[in-house]
């Protein structure tokens, strides 16, 4: 492992002078990239500086045991090396966990799309609900929401809405949330008091950019028409709405918000590069879903991932065998836990992976 940290600071160094060349900026591209790289780096060339020197230390320690008469120094000695083996063995286990390629897109924007299944008007409510969830735990994490586009419920709720989170990190957390949520409740419209299980699917989708995806405009059809959604009072009564269709997939994406038909088209058009991203991204989680055997993170979004059973209380995630007692807290917005038990099991998988493989 040591010989492997010691490439990675060569490398690491080997960026930066890249980066401090007159000409870096010249391919603004390629700069971005060597920046990002540079900062994925950063953390585990301090690992290794942080190892180095603790393993430094330990040999210092036993010469001093080997050297050493008096028996005072020689007790404080075995302390410090007992210490010093310690935290050798934590910051091996961290750095080892660091080694592991991250996945590329975990410090992207998402792009969430939340449609209802089965259950009828129920499954629409069900759709608001996980909205308002994902809504507090944005807001819990200091990420902002822009929405882009939704079809109401006729009785609440949405047959389907789809909005943006920006902020640090957000795929990385997010991306557990892809998947078949069902609820078990009695619903608002059942008079006889019995329980229905219905269904919403949800997507998590990394927002691409346009270093990811470049569009070419003769390839955009745009049609305009007028909001019917969530806006203000020119809803319905200008043609500010925005369709984008990519001619060569046949890919679509729209947005109404509001009556700003220029933020609009920008919207519908990140949609649109990131849908387009999605085909080759599909690829990435294709080959990770092959291999491990748990649903965590993968792109299997007709595996039901999660129940939310309300006379029981109770919430429980499929893909890890886990069951909290906390439903009310849960759905308003408090899903860390459940986003932390799924990360510790797709590194628990990675690891065990990287070690079957090395």
């Not at 897109?105 to 069900?126: C, P, Q």
């Not at 319905?236 to 060569?248: E, F, K, V």
């Amino acid at each position: 492992m040591l010989e492997k940290l010691e490439a990675i600071k060569k490398k690491w160094k080997d960026i930066e002078l890249k980066m401090n060349e007159p000409t870096a900026i010249t391919d603004m591209k390629m700069f971005i990239r060597l920046n990002k790289e540079y900062k994925d780096l950063q953390p585990i060339v301090e690992a290794y500086d942080e190892l180095s020197m603790i393993i430094s230390n330990i040999e210092s320690t036993k010469d001093v045991l080997k050297t050493e008469k008096d028996e005072e120094f020689r007790s404080m000695a075995k302390e410090e090396l007992t210490d010093l083996t310690e935290k050798r063995e934590v910051l091996e286990e961290k750095i080892r966990l660091m080694l592991i390629p991250a996945d590329p897109t975990d410090e992207k924007n998402a792009i969430v799309e939340i449609r209802a299944g089965t259950g009828g008007d129920e499954a629409s409510i069900f759709a608001g609900d996980l909205y308002r969830m994902y809504i507090k735990f944005a807001e819990s994490k200091g990420w902002s929401v822009e929405f882009v586009d939704a079809t109401e419920g006729t009785v609440g709720g949405f047959k389907e809405i789809i909005f943006n989170i920006k902020g640090n990190n957000v795929y990385g957390q997010m991306k557990y949330e892809s998947g078949v949520h069902r609820v078990q409740r009695v619903p608002v419209t059942e008079t006889q008091g019995r329980v229905h299980t219905s269904a919403a699917s949800v997507v998590v989708l990394p927002e691409a950019d346009e270093f990811d995806i470049e569009l070419n405009p003769a390839d955009i059809r745009k049609d305009t028409f007028c909001s019917s959604g969530p806006g203000g009072q020119s809803v319905n009564t200008t043609y500010s709405a925005i369709r984008l269709t990519h001619i060569p997939t046949g890919i679509m994406a729209s947005c109404q918000d509001q009556k700003s038909q220029i933020k609009n088209y920008q919207k519908a058009l990140s949609v649109l590069r990131t849908r387009i991203y999605e085909l080759e991204y599909q690829k990435y989680l294709d080959e990770i879903s092959s291999k491990r055997k748990t649903m965590v993170s993968t792109g299997d979004r007709s595996a039901k991932i999660r129940t939310y059973n309300y006379p029981q209380g109770r919430v429980s995630d499929h893909r890890i065998g886990l069951t909290l007692y906390n439903l009310q807290s849960i759905v308003d917005g408090n899903i860390q836990e459940l986003i932390d038990q799924l990360q510790l099991a797709e590194n628990a998988e990675r690891l065990k992976a990287e070690i079957e493989t090395s």
